[in-house]
């Protein structure tokens, strides 16, 4: 594929172009799996392992590769270029502690930024196989067939994905936290957690999920829910961002969402 300037972009073909980079990633991941080394230990209880770095490294030289004039930021390595009008949003391993604890619910993700919008995405789960990818305008799909959220239409029907905060949220919104929780306990059929946010959101888009509740999960960083978020979206689903809560929905579920989370939280924006 011809490099693109950022002023002609060409969804479609950068995300043919992704895709590959994103499946031989997983490839490495689980070439290494159970041999991983933690090298950091960050604050809020994140941890970098040597295998993120190494998928780091693989993944910005074919982002480059792919689109040159592009900005890149990732998880792992910061930012580069983060004033160009495309940026790549990359998260080597969405997991990691799970990675490295050899439990295989972990991610990889990539998504493209022009300006403030995200306009593709592609995320892939090698534990599974399963390759989630969306373009602007173009649906998302699993695995190159189209998905879309579920249709269910009301809460007391729903299961829902949780993200809880940790201690290293302080005791106030990890109350706040449990209060939430129990209220949607209440409503819904089922509550469960995955721990991954990538994760979340994908099968929230397939329709396996009939919701992704973040209940202030720290720190909710633009790499966690770039690619998820606008495969999310072109499933169909609505979404909002209020004060560390994060909720993912079909629209008849949305609302309805929203409406037991003001009870404990006050109002959404």
Not at 180 to 195: N, Y
């Amino acid at each position: 594929m011809k490099d693109l300037p950022c002023s002609v972009p060409d969804w479609q073909s950068l995300l043919d172009g992704l895709a590959p980079l994103i499946r031989e990633a997983g490839n490495m991941a689980v070439t290494s799996f159970g041999r991983s080394r933690i090298l950091d230990n960050k604050s809020g209880g994140d941890l970098t392992t040597d295998i993120d770095l190494r998928i780091n490294r693989y993944l910005i030289t074919g982002l480059k590769r792919l689109l040159p004039a592009a900005g890149i930021l990732s998880e792992e390595s910061g930012c580069a270029g983060k004033e160009q009008e495309l940026t790549w949003i990359l998260d080597p391993i969405d997991g990691s502690k799970h990675y490295a604890r050899g439990i295989p619910w972990y991610a990889i993700s990539a998504a493209l930024q022009q300006n403030n919008e995200f306009v593709l995405g592609v995320i892939g789960v090698p534990v599974t196989g399963e390759l989630f990818a969306a373009v602007k305008g173009g649906g998302a799909t699993r695995n190159n067939i189209p998905i879309s959220c579920s249709q269910t239409q009301n809460i007391s029907q729903a299961i829902l994905c949780i993200e809880l905060p940790s201690r290293h949220g302080g005791h106030s919104s990890l109350q706040r936290a449990l209060n939430q929780l129990q209220t949607l306990m209440m409503a819904c059929q089922r509550i469960r957690v995955i721990g991954v946010s990538t994760l979340g959101l994908c099968y929230c888009a397939m329709g396996a999920f009939d919701a992704y509740v973040n209940l202030g999960s720290a720190p909710n960083a633009i790499w966690d829910t770039a690619a998820g978020e606008i495969i999310a979206r072109e499933a169909g689903c609505l979404l909002s961002h209020d004060s560390g809560l994060t909720v993912v929905s079909p629209p008849k579920l949305y609302q309805q969402i929203l409406d037991q989370l003001e009870s404990i939280a006050g109002p959404m924006s």
